[in-house]
């Protein structure tokens, strides 16, 4: 019995025990789930007292578009009531919360009313019984004078809803147009949605826009340059009596153009074979609206995945492998993408990885191939990618793991290997073992080798061309051409054949021909002939063969010139010689052949001439020069009284009008000895007057004096009446005679009609 006691005993303590622990564990969970309501509701709340008229106290705060606004109250499940309300544009935000609803259990008939202040979010929950209510939202953003207030009066009954805003919205601009698609929570399910928008700026909402399609929506007709602001409220139906419009939505102006690529950069890595850093960067033409940039990436083999990268720097580094790549860059904003600017990297084939001989490929057929390498890779990596393409074409991918043997065929290809086209297969390593599918396109491969490969070869169908000679000599030439492109090549080029034929005069040929290696485009020919045609020809050759020639080219060597080294000698000597010696030479066989003219200014024979005499005679020259000019061609006999001999004549010739009266006087004297003999008084004159003329100072010496000179030294005298009248004693008549013949003489050069002036002293 006392045992059982004992046991009763020990039983009963371990359901007390329960019993309070479980106690203590509801009231926990009750002041968890309400700890909330308590704090708002009871703590923060303050009961309206019965004297004050609470509404009374804010009626002078209005309602204003920039104010506290879109004031909603509604129910999502039972005992969550809760109020709602966008806040104003303007001040540092705090409301004061009025709830005044009717109790008649509580207080006999008088309302209900709770004040909540200094609230600092847009939200309060209700404690709401079944009759109605009003709940005022005042705003004191810049005191009680400027506050602005929202009012919402419902019951019980009407707060039900079924679904709220939405709680996330994407907003897409295409080309004029709007796309809005919304998600709801859980609970409030698929929607109807209505879209209501302005410009930014604008007063007045645009036309409603309601979709049939749940969740989703377009709006069309849009000018691409504007900012819009949107807001979406769910379809009214009878189970969702409220539907509250959700918060401002701003679309920026959408993004018509597209980045402008600046710069590419390709830098190997030292520190990592096989792969490069890429730099690229790039400008946006219109600034502050975009909000970043979007970068897709993305391999030309077509292997995924697609890398899409974002940056607000207009640049981009990338760690890639020798494979070509793809990017797109692109600007965006929360509403538009702007057309992308497309860039390729191409596939980068180092000198050390075509052709070294790390790669091999057998082909087996136009399906099949089978690539090679080194087995010590094995150790390191399992996982690998193979690529192969022909030119022109993005190309094809296989990745596997591989860690037992080093080859890897490639079977069942979709697109059969052409014959003679030549393909290019790269093996590409991946450090990551768990998959050797690439996960990420920045830093996740590296190039290990490329070669290149036919499956099938064929002779070349084209040839080289542009076939040109350079430094052509006597026995040599260089010749240059360009290779034949790759499409006409149908196989692996070993090399090229030089055909060139020499062309001598008697109609007979000599061909020859020579071989060079591949990689040449230029050759030079030696040990030719001088003066010798030659036609040249050139063609490429594979393993299947020799290819076309090319279209014959013909060139000629340099003639050989015969070249003496002594005759080199002996002219460089005489060519000194002419130098040393040739002007003294020259000066004396000119000064034999052609002996110089004198000069007259030089000569004594011109004389200055300073007396008014010599003036005079020097007049009467231009004078007679200037007659002479006139017609020379005609002559006049003109008649005469009497012939006057010219022994009558001489002697009263004179130089000039101031001779000396010594002079005259040996005139007088000599005229009286001539009576008795004319002939001898003719040659004393004559001799008399040579030796006059060498005498005075006003004679030419030489053989300057002309018959005109001689005639404009006869002596004129002027009478003092003014006629002309001979001043020597004794030879009147003589002179008159004498001057007739003067005027006679001039006539003979003169064209005009000769003046009564001239003839008249003549003809007396």
């Not at 309501?37 to 609470?54: D, G, L, W, Y």
């Not at 609230?119 to 019984?129: A, N």
């Not at 850093?277 to 975009?290: C, E």
């Not at 006679?744 to 003046?755: H, I």
Request: hydrophobic share 35%; proline share 5%; glycine share 6%.
């Amino acid at each position: 019995m006392s045992g059982r006691g004992v046991q009763s005993g020990e039983a009963e303590t371990k359901c007390s025990w329960l019993g309070t622990y479980m106690h203590v564990l509801v009231v926990g969970l009750i002041l968890v789930l309400y700890a909330p309501i308590f704090t708002q509701v009871h703590v923060s709340a303050e009961t309206c007292k019965p004297e004050e008229n609470i509404s009374a106290k804010y009626q002078h705060c209005g309602t204003h578009q920039d104010g506290v606004r879109d004031l909603v109250c509604f129910r999502k499940s039972k005992k969550d009531e809760k109020c709602t309300w966008e806040s104003g544009k303007h001040g540092p935000k705090s409301y004061t919360f009025i709830l005044q609803q009717a109790d008649r259990g509580r207080s006999r008939g008088r309302p209900y009313c709770v004040v909540f202040y200094n609230l600092t979010e847009p939200s309060q929950k209700l404690i709401i019984y079944d009759h109605n209510f009003t709940v005022e939202v005042i705003e004191n953003n810049a005191g009680m004078e400027n506050c602005t207030k929202a009012v919402f009066s419902g019951s019980k009954k009407t707060l039900k809803r079924s679904c709220g805003p939405p709680i996330e919205v994407l907003l897409t601009r295409t080309s004029g147009a709007l796309q809005v698609n919304v998600t709801w929570l859980k609970e409030d399910g698929n929607n109807k949605i209505s879209v209501r928008y302005k410009a930014l700026g604008s007063h007045s909402w645009n036309e409603t826009v309601e979709t049939q399609l749940p969740n989703t929506a377009v709006v069309e007709k849009l000018t691409p340059s504007l900012v819009y602001i949107v807001q979406i409220q769910c379809v009214t139906t009878a189970e969702c009596s409220q539907c509250p419009w959700s918060k401002n939505h701003y679309v920026p102006s959408e993004l018509t153009t597209q980045p402008i690529l600046v710069s590419a950069k390709y830098t190997d890595i030292t520190q990592k074979t096989g792969c490069r850093l890429i730099s690229i960067t790039w400008k946006f033409p219109v600034k502050d609206l975009y909000d970043g940039y979007r970068v897709t990436v993305w391999k030309e083999s077509g292997e995924p995945p697609q890398a899409q990268l974002t940056t607000s720097e207009p640049e981009i580094r990338l760690i890639l492998s020798y494979s070509a790549y793809r990017l797109n860059i692109s600007a965006y904003n929360n509403a538009s993408v702007s057309p992308s600017a497309t860039h390729v990297i191409p596939q980068h084939i180092g000198a050390n990885i075509l052709g070294d001989g790390r790669l091999n490929v057998t082909v087996h057929n136009s399906t099949a191939f089978t690539i090679h390498w080194r087995p010590d890779l094995i150790e390191k990596y399992v996982c690998y990618v193979v690529e192969w393409m022909k030119q022109g074409h993005s190309g094809w991918y296989l990745s596997f793991f591989e860690d037992a043997i080093a080859r890897k065929t490639v079977s069942s290809i979709s697109e059969h290997l052409e014959p003679y086209t030549r393909y290019r297969v790269t093996l590409h390593l991946r450090p990551n073992k768990n998959t050797c599918n690439m996960k990420s396109i920045n830093n996740s491969e590296s190039t290990y080798g490329t070669t290149e490969f036919y499956h099938t070869e064929g002779s070349p169908v084209g040839a080289p061309a542009n076939v040109s000679f350079h430094n052509v000599t006597l026995n040599s030439a260089v010749l240059q051409w360009s290779r034949i492109p790759e499409e006409d090549l149908r196989g692996f080029l070993l090399g090229y054949i030089i055909y060139y034929t020499e062309h001598h005069y008697q109609e007979t040929s000599t061909a020859h021909n020579i071989t060079v290696d591949p990689g040449s485009t230029s050759f030079h020919m030696e040990a030719l002939k001088s003066g010798t045609a030659y036609q040249v020809q050139i063609s490429g050759f594979t393993s299947a063969g020799e290819g076309i020639r090319s279209i014959p080219s013909v060139f000629k060597t340099d003639p050989k010139v015969n070249f003496s080294i002594r005759a080199a000698i002996a002219a460089f000597v005489v060519v000194v010689c002419l130098l040393v010696f040739g002007s003294p030479v020259i000066k004396r066989v000119k000064a034999i052949l052609w002996p110089r003219v004198p000069n007259p200014g030089h000569s004594n024979a011109v004389q200055k001439i300073e007396s008014p005499g010599q003036l005079k005679l020097l007049e009467a020259l231009v004078t007679l020069k200037a007659v002479e000019e006139w017609d020379t061609k005609s002559f006049q006999i003109l008649e005469r009284e009497a012939v006057i001999p010219l022994s009558s004549m001489l002697p009263h010739v004179r130089t000039c009008e101031d001779d000396s009266l010594e002079t005259a006087h040996a005139w007088s004297d000599r005229d009286g000895d001539s009576a008795a003999d004319d002939d001898d008084t003719t040659d004393t004159l004559l001799d008399t007057q040579r030796t006059h003329f060498q005498s005075s100072p006003f004679t030419f010496a030489g053989g300057y004096t002309t018959m005109e000179m001689f005639q404009q030294f006869t002596p004129q005298w002027t009478t003092e009446g003014g006629s002309n009248t001979p001043s020597i004693e004794g030879e009147p008549e003589d002179f008159t005679v004498l001057k007739s013949m003067r005027l006679d003489y001039v006539r003979q050069f003169s064209t005009s009609p000769p003046s009564d002036s001239e003839f008249t002293p003549a003809l007396v």
